[in-house]
């Protein structure tokens, strides 16, 4: 699936193409706030800690969690789109195409 439109809710305004969506923008949005707060920490985790009421162990934790969060991500992107793939040839039917889609 690809994103293809994309509006402003203050003027109504509606664009429509092809855009490309990253990994990080499918991560939920706690892993995305994270993710932000330790960017804007300058990807440091004693940084992190003074900003934050987490600890170390905590932080590690999390990075852990957005790690694997995010490989899990990518990972259903890639079978989304052989899934798609073998649609487009013909290797499966629509049906099967929509109930794997599904369990992903």
Same mark, same amino acid.
Not at 5 to 22: F, I, L, N, R
Not at 79 to 84: F, M, S, V, Y
């Given at each position: 699936?690809?994103?293809?439109?994309?509006?402003?809710?203050?003027? +109504?305004?509606?664009? #429509? %193409?092809?855009?490309?969506?990253?990994? $990080?923008? /499918?991560?939920?949005? #706690?892993?995305?706030?994270?993710?932000?707060?330790?960017?804007?920490? %300058?990807?440091?985790?004693?940084? $992190?800690? #003074?900003?934050?009421?987490? +600890?170390?162990?905590? *932080?590690?934790? /999390?990075?852990?969690? $957005? *790690?694997?969060?995010?490989?899990?991500?990518?990972?259903?992107?890639?079978?989304?789109?052989?899934?798609?793939?073998? @649609?487009?040839? %013909?290797? *499966?039917?629509?049906? #099967?195409?929509?109930?794997?889609?599904?369990? @992903?």
């Amino acid at each position: 699936m690809q994103v293809a439109a994309m509006s402003c809710t203050a003027c +109504g305004v509606k664009v #429509e %193409g092809p855009y490309q969506e990253s990994a $990080l923008n /499918r991560l939920n949005p #706690e892993d995305q706030q994270f993710l932000l707060d330790y960017l804007l920490s %300058g990807f440091s985790i004693k940084a $992190l800690e #003074e900003n934050t009421n987490l +600890g170390y162990a905590a *932080i590690r934790s /999390r990075l852990d969690k $957005l *790690i694997s969060n995010t490989k899990t991500v990518i990972l259903a992107e890639d079978h989304k789109k052989a899934i798609l793939e073998k @649609l487009r040839s %013909g290797d *499966i039917t629509v049906v #099967e195409a929509k109930r794997k889609l599904e369990k @992903l």
